[in-house]
C-alpha cells in the first residue's frame, strides 16, 4: 500500500468519471500567478477552492493572497503558519475582519488536500453558517481563532491583485496546486466542487465545474495549457505568470497522485526542491531520504538523473521496511544508508553496489548527467539497475523467478511491509527524479515512453509489465 499520511489521496482507491490532468508546481521562490481586476458581480459574496499539494513543513507560507487596489486597503490571505496550521484573513479596511486559524495541523506533503473557503457577509450577523471553510468535503469547525466580519464587509477575492502563490520573500509557496476556481457573487458549500466516493465514502474527490454560476470576474485555473499556465479555463482575462515555465506544469493531480521524495521520511541533511523531486546532500554529513510510497506488490519503475556527484554519493536504490535503519531514516538518522539493509541497496557512481553493508564492483560507472534507471519487482524480490538505458550485471527485469542479474534479491514474503524508492546523499551531491511525471525535477524529458498502462512519461523504455509509481497504477497493478 502506499506510505502517506491521512490527507486525501482519493485515486488510491476510488474510482472517478472525472479527471483531473494537470497540476501547476511551485518552487518555493517567487514563481506566482497574478491579475488584476475591478468590482465584479459581488463583493459581499464569493467562493474559492483549491486543491494542494505541501512541499515544505514547518514553513510559513501564502499560497493565495489578494490585495485591493481600488479602495480602502483591506486585503484577503491564506497561508500555513510555521506550525502548520491554515490561516485565512478577510481584512475589511475599516477594522472589521474575517479570520480563521485551525487547530488542525497540515502535515502531510505527500497527498492533496481539498479546501474551499465560501464568504456571505449580508446576514444581519455573520456566522459559520455563512462563512465557511471546508476541507475535504467536510466544514471545518475546530479553530483556535475564530472571527466573522461584520455584515456587507467586503471579501476582496477580485478587487485588486489576485494572486496564487505569494510575492513575499519568505513566505513562497512550495508544492502544487490544482483546479484553483474563484465564484463571485456566489456562496457555494465543498459539495459544488467535490463528492464523496459511493464505494469508499470516507474519500473526497473532485467533480467538473464547468457549470458553475462564475460570475463577472470569476475564473477557472486548470492548468492544462502548458504555454499559459495562467489561462483561464472560464474564459476570463488570464493570469499573468511570474517564474513559472511549461516544466511547471505536473500530471501529479487529486485524481492521480505521484510518488515523489518525501520531507517526512528524510534525516537532516538533504535538502528537497523541485516539486520533492530534487534531492541535494549539504553539510559534510551523509544524508538519507526515501520516497513517500512503498510498496508490498507489483513491479515499479523510475529514473534519477544524476546531477552533480561528490566522490562515490550519491548511491541511488531502495529501502526495505521491515529493517530498523528505514525506521532510523524515518525518524531522522542520518549515517544509515539503504545498502546497510539486508534486502536493501544502493548504487553509486563508481559502478558499485551495496547490499547488507557491504560494496561491490557491479556495472558501470555513472557521470553527471547520466541518468540511472531503477527497477522494483516485487511479485518475485528483486531490484534491477540501468545506467543510460543498459541494465547493469546483465540485468533482466522482465526474467521473473529467476532474478537474473539482480541488483538484490529478497523473498516477498520476509518483507510484509515493503520496499521503497530511497537514497543516501552527500555534501554537494544532486539528484533529480522522475517517478513518471515527466521531469527530472524540472527538466522535461527528451523522450515520452510510458509504461503499459499508458501512465507516465520517462526517458527510457519502461520494461514489461512494469508501472509508474502512481495511486491509479497502486489500485490496478497491485502495491
Given at each position: 500500500m502506499p506510505l502517506i499520511l491521512p490527507g486525501n489521496?482519493?485515486?488510491?482507491?476510488?474510482?472517478?468519471?472525472?479527471?483531473?490532468?494537470?497540476?501547476?508546481?511551485?518552487?518555493?521562490?517567487?514563481?506566482r500567478l497574478a491579475k488584476s481586476s475591478a468590482t465584479g458581480t459581488s463583493n459581499t459574496k464569493g467562493t474559492i477552492s483549491w486543491w494542494l499539494k505541501r512541499g515544505k513543513l514547518g514553513v510559513a507560507e501564502r499560497f493565495i493572497n489578494s490585495n485591493n487596489v481600488y479602495g480602502a486597503p483591506g486585503y484577503l490571505q491564506m497561508y500555513f503558519e510555521t506550525g502548520d496550521t491554515l490561516r485565512i484573513q478577510v481584512f475589511g479596511g475599516a477594522g472589521s475582519t474575517t479570520e480563521f486559524i485551525t487547530d488542525r495541523k497540515f502535515r502531510d506533503p505527500n497527498a492533496?488536500?481539498?479546501?474551499?473557503?465560501?464568504?456571505?457577509?449580508?446576514?444581519?450577523?455573520?456566522?459559520?453558517?455563512?462563512?465557511?471553510?471546508?476541507?475535504?468535503?467536510?466544514q471545518e469547525t475546530s479553530f483556535s481563532t475564530e472571527t466573522y466580519a461584520s455584515q456587507n464587509v467586503v471579501h476582496y477575492f477580485h478587487e485588486g491583485n489576485f494572486q496564487v502563490g505569494s510575492t513575499t520573500s519568505g513566505s513562497y509557496f512550495s508544492?502544487?496546486?490544482?483546479?484553483?476556481?474563484?465564484?463571485?457573487?456566489?456562496?457555494y458549500a465543498a459539495s459544488d466542487f467535490g463528492e464523496f466516493d459511493s464505494d469508499s465514502p470516507t474519500i473526497w474527490k473532485p467533480k467538473d465545474v464547468s457549470g458553475l454560476t462564475f460570475g463577472d470576474n470569476g475564473f477557472y485555473l486548470d492548468f492544462e495549457d502548458s504555454a499559459n499556465l495562467g489561462n483561464d479555463a472560464n474564459g476570463g482575462t488570464d493570469f499573468g505568470e511570474t517564474n513559472l515555465a511549461a516544466a511547471d506544469q505536473a500530471t501529479d493531480t487529486p485524481t492521480n497522485n505521484f510518488c515523489?521524495?518525501?520531507?517526512?521520511?528524510?534525516?537532516?541533511?538533504?535538502?528537497?526542491?523541485?516539486?520533492?523531486?530534487?534531492?541535494?546532500?549539504?553539510?559534510?554529513n551523509n544524508g538519507n531520504t526515501a520516497a513517500s510510497?512503498?510498496?508490498?506488490?507489483?513491479?515499479?519503475?523510475?529514473?534519477?538523473?544524476?546531477?552533480?556527484?561528490?566522490?562515490?554519493?550519491?548511491?541511488?536504490?531502495?529501502?526495505?521496511?521491515?529493517?530498523?535503519?528505514?525506521?532510523?531514516?524515518?525518524?531522522?538518522?542520518?549515517?544509515?544508508?539503504?545498502?546497510?539493509?539486508?534486502?536493501?541497496?544502493e548504487y553509486n557512481p563508481e559502478g558499485e553496489v551495496k547490499v547488507?553493508?557491504?560494496?561491490?564492483?557491479?556495472g558501470s560507472a555513472v557521470s553527471a548527467g547520466d541518468i540511472v534507471q531503477i527497477a522494483l519487482d516485487c511479485d518475485n524480490g528483486a531490484a534491477y539497475v540501468g545506467v543510460e538505458g543498459v541494465w547493469q550485471g546483465s540485468g533482466d527485469p522482465t526474467s521473473g523467478a529467476?532474478?537474473?542479474?539482480?541488483?538484490?534479491?529478497w523473498t516477498p514474503a520476509d518483507k510484509p511491509q515493503g520496499v521503497a524508492f530511497g537514497e543516501?546523499?552527500?555534501?554537494?551531491?544532486?539528484?533529480?527524479?522522475?517517478?513518471?511525471?515527466?521531469?527530472?525535477?524540472?527538466?522535461?524529458?527528451?523522450?515520452?515512453?510510458?509504461?503499459?498502462?499508458?501512465?507516465?512519461?520517462?526517458?527510457f523504455d519502461v520494461p514489461t509489465g512494469y508501472y509508474a509509481l502512481c495511486t491509479k497504477n497502486i489500485k490496478a497493478y497491485g502495491g
Open positions: 489521496v482519493a485515486s488510491a482507491t476510488a474510482s472517478t468519471t472525472y479527471t483531473v490532468a494537470n497540476s501547476c508546481r511551485f518552487d518555493g521562490s517567487s514563481s492533496w488536500y481539498h479546501m474551499v473557503f465560501s464568504y456571505d457577509s449580508t446576514p444581519a450577523t455573520p456566522s459559520s453558517s455563512s462563512i465557511r471553510l471546508f476541507i475535504n468535503g467536510t508544492g502544487y496546486m490544482a483546479e484553483v476556481v474563484m465564484c463571485d457573487g456566489q456562496a515523489i521524495m518525501s520531507p517526512v521520511i528524510s534525516s537532516s541533511y538533504p535538502i528537497l526542491s523541485g516539486g520533492n523531486n530534487i534531492v541535494t546532500g549539504i553539510s559534510t510510497m512503498a510498496v508490498q506488490a507489483g513491479k515499479w519503475y523510475a529514473e534519477v538523473e544524476f546531477d552533480a556527484i561528490n566522490g562515490d554519493y550519491p548511491g541511488v536504490g531502495m529501502w526495505q521496511l521491515s529493517h530498523s535503519a528505514y525506521g532510523r531514516c524515518v525518524n531522522g538518522g542520518n549515517n544509515n544508508e539503504p545498502g546497510d539493509d539486508p534486502a536493501g541497496f547488507n553493508t557491504s560494496w561491490s564492483a557491479f529467476s532474478k537474473t542479474g539482480a541488483a538484490v534479491t543516501n546523499c552527500y555534501n554537494g551531491s544532486v539528484t533529480k527524479y522522475n517517478f513518471g511525471n515527466g521531469y527530472f525535477g524540472t527538466t522535461a524529458v527528451t523522450s515520452t515512453n510510458a509504461d503499459d498502462a499508458g501512465i507516465g512519461s520517462f526517458e
